[in-house]
Structures are given as C-alpha cells and as structure tokens.
Nanobody, 129 residues
Framework: QVQLVESGGELVQAGGSRRLSCAAS????????VGWFRQAPGKDREFVAS??????????SYADSVKGRFAISRNDAANTVYLQMNNLGPEDTAVYYC????????????????????WGQGTQVTVSS
C-alpha cells in the first residue's frame, strides 16, 4: 500500500537548479525520517540528504558532495519532501531516489541505505556540460 513517487527530474545545463519532489501515499510522513539517495551508471547508490521526523523545521544532514548546494525540506501537510538542487554539475547526473524510515526520535537522521525501508522508483536527473 505504501508508495513513494519522485518527480522533477529533467535535463539541466551545468550551473542550473532543479527541485525534486517525493510524494507519499499509504503512510504519513510525519512519522518518518526521509532521505534522498542517488545512483549514477556503474556506481553504488549513495546518500545525498536526510531530514528528521520532527516537522518542517527538523534536523537535516547532507553528504559532503552536496553540502552547501542542495537543501532538503518537508511539507508534512502535503505529505511531500523536497530536494532543492543548485549549481548542478555533470557529476550530479544520476537517478535520484527518496526513501522513508519509521522513527520515534524526532531529531534523528540516517545516512545509510540499509536504514531505509520504503523506496521510490527514482527520477532521472541529467546535467549537461
């Protein structure tokens, strides 16, 4: 019954920006830590960002490769989590996935793929040079 659907992926020129969305059905995001991961061809799926359960002002964590360029946020009333991506480069080309993990700690974030249970199907982001 649980479904996470990513959207917003597109072909983008280097230096551009995009906002990805992750909409949930079958679960209520307010009870979950939500993360973004990405996977480039021939590479492992890697952590991008995570936002804690504690509402729109909750704690956030980022991979070093995107820190300062990407921002994760959530709108629990809309059951949606966002990933704002700025100053994109070809190295950001990947399929981007959102994932959810049930959590009781309102401040906790998680950066390991194995921590997450629910996953979306991914959305392709391609950055041209």
């Amino acid at each position: 019954q649980v479904q996470l659907v990513e959207s917003g992926g597109e072909l983008v020129q280097a230096g551009g920006s995009r906002r990805l969305s992750c909409a949930a059905s079958g679960l209520t995001f307010i009870g979950y830590v939500v993360g973004w991961f990405r996977q480039a061809p021939g590479k492992d799926r890697e952590f991008v960002a995570s936002i804690a359960r504690g509402g729109g002002a909750g704690y956030r964590s980022y991979a070093d490769s995107v820190k300062g360029r990407f921002a994760i946020s959530r709108n629990d009333a809309a059951n949606t989590v966002y990933l704002q991506m700025n100053n994109l480069g070809p190295e950001d080309t990947a399929v981007y996935y959102c994932a959810a993990k049930y959590a009781l700690d309102p401040d906790a974030t998680y950066s390991h793929r194995q921590d997450y249970y629910y996953w979306g199907q991914g959305t392709q982001v391609t950055v041209s040079s």
